[in-house]
């Protein structure tokens, strides 16, 4: 599906991308971590060969500046959502093109499989009110509830203390490094482009606890959230 828009240099977007046929694009924690990593180094105008830096740590990687600003991200098992600012004028396109062609030679090899691995190019929704982008820090963050509970949003949450558990535990969106844990993955972020909405993290946790409990929350057909002033923004 062809965007109605043009990246724009400090402007703010939604992006994802799911699997073709919505199959499964993370099958165990390597593809997760794997994915990660490629997000941190492919940030970059720098080449690279990723066989020389799978096995090191991020703070040992030298990438250059990174071309795209990433403010919030989430893997699931068909999908992943990210909240990026283009901060270079085809900053996100350029990045975007090579993290998947990346991840699809990495998963191809690994599976043995041929084909196109994402469902077509990347979808994008431009963010265009400050609720609407706060909004987006709590709707990729509470992804992973739905893996415990499936229809949470229609129904509401029937156990949000073992949700909140869940979230804290689940190491592959970075719900973790607005709580504050200490962990390389923090490099991948770029929070200070990002509007602080959160003054402390007792401030970010209340946010996530009122979003969590708030039920019917609406999707676009593409997946994508519909922002409805949820009373938490």
Request: with cysteine.
């Amino acid at each position: 599906m062809e965007r109605k828009f043009n990246f724009s240099v400090d402007e703010y977007y939604h992006v994802y991308s799911r699997g073709t046929e919505r199959r499964e694009i993370f099958l165990d924690n390597f593809d997760k971590e794997r994915f990660l990593k490629l997000l941190f180094v492919l940030n970059s105008g720098k080449p690279f060969k990723f066989r020389d830096v799978k096995d090191t740590s991020y703070a040992n990687i030298s990438r250059g500046n990174p071309r795209t600003a990433i403010g919030a991200f989430c893997l699931m098992p068909n999908h992943f959502h990210l909240l990026l600012r283009e901060t270079e004028e085809g900053g996100i396109s350029a990045f975007m093109g090579k993290l998947l062609t990346a991840y699809s030679m990495y998963f191809n090899k690994k599976y043995k499989r041929t084909g196109g691995l994402f469902e077509g190019t990347f979808r994008a929704e431009y963010v265009d009110n400050d609720n609407y982008l706060k909004y987006l820090f709590a709707y990729i963050h509470l992804n992973p509830v739905k893996l415990i509970e499936p229809e949470w949003k229609e129904k509401g949450i029937a156990n949000k203390s073992f949700a909140e558990n869940y979230l804290k535990k689940y190491r592959y969106s970075s719900y973790e490094d607005y709580m504050g844990s200490e962990r390389e993955e923090n490099i991948i972020l770029s929070k200070e482009v990002f509007p602080e909405y959160f003054d402390s993290i007792h401030d970010f946790k209340d946010f996530i606890t009122d979003c969590l409990t708030y039920k019917n929350e609406e999707e676009n057909t593409q997946g994508s959230p519909v922002y409805t002033g949820l009373p938490c923004v």
